[in-house]
């Protein structure tokens, strides 16, 4: 017994899905193995590393605690979804960029989770401080970067969403 | 660690929800999901069913109901977080939610989870004890309210059937003018407080102590009321002494002991936390004074 | 052999890039979520596996009944002892490093069979068409255990026959090393001041944010045996497959996928990986096992416990005469891999000191927990605490400023190279290449106003606050041999191959070597791509570990992508009918200097060298624009640094916050300084964890009471101050490239930086720390200890 199968409907970065699910399956492995849009880790399952952090209907959530048919018609965003569409597929959303520019990842394992919940951030806040920058990234752990380079790029992509806004 | 199999349930109504408990046995509800997950996750639960009542609108609001603020058990904290009427009416809540947690449990945990999980060094249970909240409890046999003192019973445990849903939360606010302040110590931001302090204050035009409420939360199974330091201070004013009397009284208190965390040492912190907050809390209701 | 070799004459080739802040390579990937991590990689039709662990410390295995699980819906096998142990040579693991001191039967098994260790020790595997599933069944699996007594301390350990930690060990210490030199006698003779100090320190575990996994997959057609594994040493994984599973190596072919960081936890053979690769073979289906994070803190490798005795003599004027004394180290149930770690600390304590004489005993202990190989810092970080602390003994007891007196005995510039007089596991006797201590010194002291910071505490003090400064050295060797390898190729189409038998864990390796190679070949840096850790690609190579791919690879890809360019040089020469110097390499060709439209592109050359039957190549040039290089190194590089941090402590309660810290580093030369920065971060924020935070606890019966991110504490973005890293270079000149190391260093000294900033704070509390970490119950303890007296 698998707990029962649901089918369920999401969208996903804009993209419609009808699937079915077990109940009790996770909706970070839904994305991750049902979906194949493996840019959301896993790293701990228990709520606390925010690896594996998505966007539910506009606001961070963590995947792994949340069930794959609690997701049924919601709209979710994942770091696939991040960088424009544009025409050679290059550009990349400002958050990537200023993360590259600033060395603001090492194993990249808990980096999309942190851009997802800046993305909150820098939609919610146009200019943040650096404490309210802080204070996002600690809801994410990562061993690598001792965060000083994320918080740099979170601040210049702030500077640089605000410039292109005007 | 994934989670064991249940049957899962989602029903768009209270009546539904409630003949699912009702009906079954050893269910749990999935409110926001921040505790119970890992829980579910860590395979330190196995419930045969899970009701999801995330999709009942009903149980989700805030609203002001003949002087008291009425919030509904499955309300985000997030949106108590932004609500402009819990910042103005509650200030305390308005301060305390920002310490549970991270923006992203914020989003889907909600106060009722919160209250019916009563971890002893949870924020909100604290909160509603200290503004002793009525709490609003369903089942198919009907409803009742229970005070937030008769509904935290011990360890993580209340008074709860198991037939029944917590659907509200009522608080009757302090006067316009009141001082208040939640201050904790944490090791990180967002953990659980290992001590937290709430005090709500009403002084009179001679800074005297009208009506006081001290809270600690994390020292004991349940939030814990200092009644009878609150009954010492009114009529007094703040000073010092009378605060480091208050102070003291921690030393005594029957507080929860393991290896980890000492009782001596939650007493002390909260004899450091308490006349912190009551200073914070004074400083609000000053400010205010001309209101009165 | 120093680094001006770098081949061109001319000079005016493109811009030097290394040196410089180059971008990543690696991520542009990563950032659009498209790096594949062991568990992104999927194969049609894998099964996976769970295992069943210990809930003991210590039992035996009266019986293990799985015939329940292996009817659970999904399972298509489950394995236990004697089901594995059918599938390979050995049951046991081979030791990590060849030691002939250490006893025999000391390794783990890849299935338990008898007797249980450690409370996750693996008994059972479950294979199943999803983790679910096979969760489902491990619950379904009866093991019938009979408890026995458990050694949770190695101190008790040492000093108490019995209970062993193991049945079949004859004693719990499996190793005791001595290590002396100079006239001990004489330094703690009547003369001299004598103190002594008895610490403890602890330093939890490596915690990357993607745990371990391994992935499998056997070949019917080629019999050949695909694994890819997050791993840090894919050439000795392929070898511990090869061997265990009775195949030829050459048929064994292990990739590394990306990794989530390794910190030292990636850095060993486990019982998991072999024992899903023998399940492939079996089943002839591919298997993948992901590590959730419990099991990590049940069973990946720790750093956990050291107890040191040590005495320090000293003349009135502070300088050391000698150090000796005694350290007991937490081994854990088994020896995986060997005792580098506690080597690594009983032999790098002087640190950047001079001392003249040294005695120290170590004791390699044995527990019922987890096994303990090197957690990033390796033994170091522990070293640097005591050392410092008794520094900062002397300094109080001979009322000597405590940076003058660390000044009066640091090795100086001039005496480089410095015999330190202790052999390195190798071996081979210790000699710091370079390094400047004293104006490191300088520097971190002008940094966190050290002058100034006596009046800040005072004025703190008058209003009820509580501010302290820390102050510490550290040495770190670097660049551990005996080799690495590396190909560079360039493609007809012109792209530039890098493989190399090093390892990426997030440390930027591919931009690092990319910035190498490109210098030589006037190539931009995104025309090169950079494998490594595929065991097809380079048959020889020893992975990320010891701060050692800067110097190792990074020596082997500028050695390889020299030859190639000295290659393309002799044929652009032939084809052009130029001399030499009259040829530049930038933009991918072979140019005339000043002229740049007469040239050749690479891609032409390796086309022209790929070869065509019947023609001639070029006289004296060898088939193919490649070389390959196995740069072999036996000396050690010593990276140095001196930390300052100012910390305030809440006495009411024992709350440390880190107001200000300084990181002053010395790794030579720099290939990246953003990477090379970025390092030091991520070292300085887990140094932090082991100072204030992080503690792998057991209860009284080996039950780890720490098994979830709740519980076991990594330090968020709110915790840490902005870290001021400063670099001071003294190029090394044991390596073409004068690098040194730098994974580690940032690590080191962070620990003895902190606790001396506590106990500066609590001053008028007469507090002595003798301990790391600190929570702030004993901050307060201590606090209360010190009131007493």
């Given at each position: 017994m698998n707990g029962g199968e649901k089918m369920i409907s999401v969208t996903v970065n804009g993209q419609a899905f009808t699937r079915p699910v077990s109940s009790r399956r996770l909706l970070a492995d839904f994305l991750r193995h049902d979906l194949a849009l493996t840019g959301t880790h896993l790293g701990c399952e228990h709520g606390v590393c925010g690896a594996c952090t998505v966007l539910v209907d506009g606001v961070s959530a963590r995947s792994c605690l949340m069930l794959a048919v609690q997701a049924n018609g919601c709209k979710i965003n994942t770091v696939e979804g991040l960088a424009p569409d544009s025409g050679d597929g290059e550009a990349m959303h400002p958050l990537q960029e200023a993360f590259w520019s600033r060395h603001g990842l090492q194993c990249g394992f808990c980096t999309a989770g942190i851009l997802m919940s800046l993305v909150e951030l820098l939609r919610d806040v146009e200019a943040p401080t650096e404490e309210q920058v802080r204070l996002v990234l600690s809801g994410h752990l990562c061993r690598c970067t001792g965060y000083q380079n994320i918080v740099a790029a979170a601040l210049e992509a702030a500077r640089s969403m605000s410039a292109q806004a005007r | 660690m994934k989670p064991p199999p249940f049957h899962y349930h989602a029903p768009h109504t209270l009546q539904d929800a409630l003949a699912i408990v009702g009906e079954h046995d050893n269910t749990r509800l999935l409110a926001g999901g921040q505790s119970l997950m890992p829980m579910l996750n860590m395979r330190l639960l196995s419930p045969d069913h899970l009701v999801d009542i995330n999709r009942i609108p009903e149980l989700a609001g805030i609203r002001e109901d003949r002087g008291g603020i009425v919030i509904g058990a499955m309300t985000r904290q997030r949106d108590i977080e932004f609500s402009p009427l819990i910042r103005e009416r509650l200030p305390l809540l308005a301060e305390a939610i920002t310490l549970v947690g991270h923006r992203q449990t914020r989003n889907r945990g909600t106060i009722g989870g919160s209250i019916c999980h009563l971890d002893p060094s949870a924020e909100q249970p604290a909160v509603a004890m200290a503004m002793d909240a009525t709490l609003t409890v369903a089942s198919q046999r009907g409803v009742r309210e229970i005070a937030m003192r008769d509904f935290a019973l011990g360890l993580m445990t209340t008074a709860l059937d198991d037939n029944e849903i917590l659907t509200s939360i009522r608080i009757e606010p302090w006067r316009s003018g009141h001082g208040w302040a939640f201050i904790e110590y944490a090791r990180r931001h967002g953990d659980f407080a290992i001590v937290s302090v709430a005090v709500l204050l009403e002084l009179d035009a001679a800074a005297k102590v009208v009506r006081v409420a001290l809270t600690l939360g994390g020292v004991c199974p349940v939030p814990l009321r200092l009644r009878e330091a609150e009954k010492q201070l009114l009529g007094s004013a703040l000073t010092s002494a009378n605060v480091a009397k208050v102070a003291e009284q921690c030393a005594g208190i029957d507080a929860l002991d393991d290896p980890q965390v000492p009782r001596w040492y939650r007493r002390r912190v909260a004899a450091t936390l308490l006349p912190r907050a009551i200073a914070i809390a004074a400083e609000r209701a000053r400010a205010r004074d001309g209101d009165s | 052999m120093m680094a001006d070799d770098q081949g061109a004459a001319d000079g005016k080739h493109s811009p030097r890039i290394v040196g410089t802040k180059a971008k990543r390579i690696e991520d542009r990937a990563l950032l659009r979520g498209r790096g594949k991590f062991l568990d992104d990689i999927h194969i049609d039709g894998v099964l996976h596996a769970a295992f069943l662990r210990s809930q003991h410390a210590h039992a035996r295995l009266r019986a293990v009944e799985v015939s329940a699980a292996r009817k659970a819906p999904g399972v298509v096998a489950v394995f236990d002892a004697q089901a594995m142990r059918a599938e390979l040579t050995d049951l046991r693991m081979p030791l990590g490093f060849p030691s002939s001191t250490l006893p025999a039967n000391i390794t783990p098994f890849v299935l338990s069979e008898r007797e249980v260790c450690f409370v996750g020790e693996a008994v059972a595997m479950v294979v199943a068409t999803d983790r679910y599933l096979a969760e489902d069944a491990v619950g379904l699996i009866q093991v019938d255990y009979d408890p026995l007594p458990a050694v949770t301390d190695c101190k008790s350990a040492f000093e108490n026959s019995e209970p062993r930690a193991r049945s079949d060990s004859p004693s719990n210490v499996i190793e005791r090393v001595e290590l002396a030199y100079g006239d001990i006698a004489a330094a703690f003779g009547p003369a001299n001041r004598q103190f002594k100090e008895s610490l403890f320190i602890h330093r939890g575990m490596a915690h990357p944010i993607e745990g371990r996994g391994v992935l499998a997959r056997f070949d019917d057609t080629s019999s050949e045996l695909t694994v890819w594994s997050s791993t840090q040493m894919s050439h000795e994984l392929r070898q511990v497959l090869a061997d265990l599973l009775g195949?030829?190596?050459?048929r064994v072919r292990v990739i590394a996928p990306d990794v989530g960081g390794g910190f030292g936890a990636k850095y060993l053979v486990y019982p998991e990986e072999i024992a899903v690769a023998a399940a492939t073979r079996h089943l002839r289906r591919p298997v993948k096992w992901v590590e959730d994070r419990m099991e990590h803190f049940l069973s990946a490798i720790q750093d956990r416990d050291q107890y040191w005795d040590v005495e320090i003599a000293a003349d009135n004027n502070g300088k050391i005469q000698g150090i000796r004394g005694r350290m007991i180290h937490d081994q854990g149930a088994y020896t995986p891999q060997g005792i580098n770690l506690p080597y690594n600390s009983v032999s790098s304590l002087t640190g950047p000191y001079i001392v003249p004489a040294y005695q120290m005993s170590l004791f390699v202990c044995q527990t019922n927990k987890p096994a303990v190989i090197p957690v990033r810092g390796a033994g170091y970080p522990q070293a640097a605490f005591v050392m410092e602390r008794l520094m900062d003994r002397i300094a109080r007891e001979l009322q000597i400023d405590r940076v003058e007196v660390r000044n009066r005995n640091l090795i100086p510039k001039e005496k480089m190279p410095y015999n330190k007089q202790l052999k390195s596991r190798a071996g081979v006797i210790a000699v710091i290449d370079s390094g400047d201590y004293a104006a490191c010194s300088r520097k971190a002291v002008d940094a966190i106003d050290y002058a100034g910071f006596p009046s800040r505490q005072d004025q703190a003090r008058a209003t009820g606050r509580y501010l302290g400064l820390g102050f510490a050295h550290a040495v770190k060797p670097t660049g551990r041999g005996p080799f690495e390898s590396a190909v560079v190729r360039v493609t007809p189409a012109g792209r530039v191959v890098i493989y190399t038998g090093a390892m990426a864990m997030g440390q930027g390796l591919a931009t690092a070597l990319a910035q190498l190679c490109a210098d030589q070949l006037g190539v931009p840096l995104e025309s090169i791509d950079v494998s490594a850790g595929d065991t097809s690609r380079v048959s020889l190579g020893l992975g990320g570990f010891a701060s050692r791919q800067a110097i190792l690879a990074g020596s082997a890809v500028h050695l390889a992508s020299l030859e190639v360019r000295q290659k393309a040089i002799k044929v652009a020469q032939h084809v052009l009918e130029v001399a030499e110097q009259d040829l530049v390499l930038q933009n991918g060709r072979v140019e005339v200097l000043g002229v740049p439209s007469h040239g050749i592109s690479l891609a032409s050359i390796a086309r022209k060298l790929k070869g065509s039957p019947g023609y001639a190549l070029p006289p004296g040039v060898k088939p193919g624009l490649e070389a390959t290089s196995l740069f072999q190194f036996d000396a050690q590089a010593f990276a140095n640094a001196t930390h300052a941090c100012e910390v305030e402590v809440d006495i009411g309660t024992g709350d440390v916050r880190i107001l200000r810290y300084i990181g002053v580093h010395d790794s030579g030369r720099l290939i990246n300084p953003m990477i090379a920065e970025g390092q030091i971060h991520g070292g300085i924020v887990h140094g932090i964890g082991n100072s204030l935070y992080e503690k792998m606890r057991f209860d009284e019966i080996g039950q780890p009471i720490t098994t979830t991110f709740a519980d076991y504490l990594l330090p968020t973005a709110t915790e840490i101050p902005n870290l001021e890293v400063l670099f001071h270079e003294s190029p090394s000149p044991t390596n073409p490239l004068g690098v040194k190391g730098i994974g580690e260093t940032g690590t080191i000294p962070v620990i003895a930086c902190v606790i001396s900033a506590v106990e500066n704070a609590l001053g008028p509390f007469n507090v002595r720390i003798r301990e790391a970490p600190l929570s702030p119950i004993r901050i307060l303890e201590m606090i209360d200890e010190g009131r007493a007296q």
């Open positions: - | - | 195949m030829e190596p050459d």
